[in-house]
């Protein structure tokens, strides 16, 4: 429990001044509280080293932490774990986009998890509080991109996998009749 509230305390610091694109700007934050309560309340993780990387998850990625900070602060499996579900921001938006599909299947089991967990929240929020100028063709690009990241993690935990695909029924815009 002592290491899961440093890692709350960790992320918010890290993520203090950033922002969701929704139209509220809601406090970054969330993003990362939402993970945990999603695979410890809805998927029954109780594995705390993949509850610390889901808080963690964006820190490397969106801030100035680094791999050797997280392996200081939580050790080297979560530290591992937060790399793998890291985007290298260094590349353009669409290689990073086609990355995430080809490493899905080749991570390790507890990244999956985050990366499930991420993708659920990601379809709650663009179906309740979408970045402010996302169309419907924006949010339908995203969904299918995010099912096409989930499709290649299949098999590494059912609930996860059955709440992904509810959220992903229950968001998905419809297409406008031509």
């Known amino acids: 429990m002592n290491q899961l509230i ?3 305390a960790f992320a918010a ?16 934050i969330n993003h990362p509280i939402a993970l945990a309560d999603v695979l410890a309340n809805e998927a029954g993780i109780d594995d705390e080293r993949v509850l ?25 499996e979560v530290a591992h774990i937060v790399a ?4 290298d921001k260094s590349l353009p ?6 990355l995430q599909i080809e490493h899905a299947a080749h991570v390790g089991h507890r ?4 990366k499930l967990a991420d993708k659920i929240c990601n379809l ?20 299918e991109w995010a099912k096409r990241v989930v499709d290649a993690l299949r098999g590494a935990h059912a609930g996860l996998e ?8 229950q968001g998905m815009p419809p297409r406008r009749a031509a």
């Open 6 to 8: 440093r890692a709350f």
């Open 13 to 28: 610091d890290k993520h203090r001044n950033q922002r969701r694109k929704d139209a509220e700007a809601s406090p970054y």
């Open 52 to 76: 610390l990387a889901a808080v963690l998850h964006d820190t490397i990625e969106d801030t100035d932490t680094s791999h050797d900070e997280l392996v200081r602060w939580f050790g080297e």
């Open 84 to 87: 793998e579900v890291t985007d």
């Open 93 to 98: 938006k669409a290689e990073r986009k086609r």
């Open 111 to 114: 990244a999956k998890l985050v």
């Open 124 to 143: 709650r929020d663009i179906a309740t509080m979408p970045p402010a100028d996302w169309s419907d063709e924006r949010k339908r690009e995203y969904f």
């Open 162 to 169: 059955a709440l992904f695909d509810e959220a992903y029924r």
